[in-house]
């Protein structure tokens, strides 16, 4: 089995540092052009069926990277964005005059102290979802041959990744930094182990946008 996990493209929340979690935000045009510039670099990889997160930056990504191919796609809610309760459309990037803003910043500068709100969710959560959806994933003997697409977002994406590098540290969550929009990671699944055989590959000319925690 191959897996080839993408982060959905820019969304203008994502231009100008919004925070999104389950809030769902469609692609900008600029997203959208970073989708086609993937799907142009993807064309020659086949894929045989996509699991996606429901939220529409995330969907319209794959839709557009299979064009008119003739794939299967199914929406997986276990993948979806982690949820941000009350954080959500404060300014990322930890505005001093916005106390939401001040405690969300931790989620990226200091993860092991960040607390999620009242109706959002922890790491640790997300953590057992995505987690929950790959163990699955993983033992479905009719995949075993086949090359399937999955549409994402950067923590929940982060999340699957670490898990297969055999990181579920809270504290150490963003070692490797958050993925680039429309970046594709290659896992390789055989007989129930992962590997990651390439990561955070891009196929826009573009420079590729840094999402960096702190």
């Known amino acids: ?10 969304t203008e929340w994502n231009r100008i540092h919004k925070v999104q979690g389950h809030t769902d935000i469609p692609l900008n045009d600029y997203g959208r052009h970073l989708a086609r510039e993937t799907a142009d670099g993807m064309r020659e990889i086949p894929i045989d069926l996509c699991y996606t997160s429901p939220l529409k930056r995330a969907k319209e990504t794959a839709q557009i990277i299979l064009r008119d191919r003739d794939v299967p796609i199914y ?26 803003s001040r405690a969300f910043r931790l989620f990226f500068t200091d993860t092991k102290s960040y607390v999620p709100p009242e109706g959002a969710e922890s790491i640790q959560n997300l953590y057992e979802r995505t987690g929950s959806f790959l163990r699955e994933l993983f033992l479905k ?19 699957m990744l670490n898990r297969i590098r055999g990181n579920l ?3 150490h969550f963003w070692r490797d930094e958050v993925p680039p929009n429309c970046s594709v990671t290659v896992v390789e699944v055989k007989d129930g182990s992962a590997k990651i055989l390439k990561e ?3 196929f826009y000319k573009e420079k590729v946008r840094k999402w960096k925690t702190v």
Do not use: W
């Open 200 to 202: 955070g590959l891009v």
């Open 141 to 159: 003997e009719g995949f075993k041959d086949r090359n399937i697409l999955i549409s994402t977002h950067g923590a929940a994406m982060t999340a």
């Open 1 to 10: 089995m191959m897996l080839y996990i993408v982060r959905h493209g820019e």
């Open 75 to 100: 929406d997986e809610e276990r993948i979806q964005e982690i949820g941000f309760g009350k954080y959500e459309g404060a300014d990322s990037r930890g505005d001093e005059s916005d106390p939401q």
């Open 169 to 171: 540290s809270v504290e």
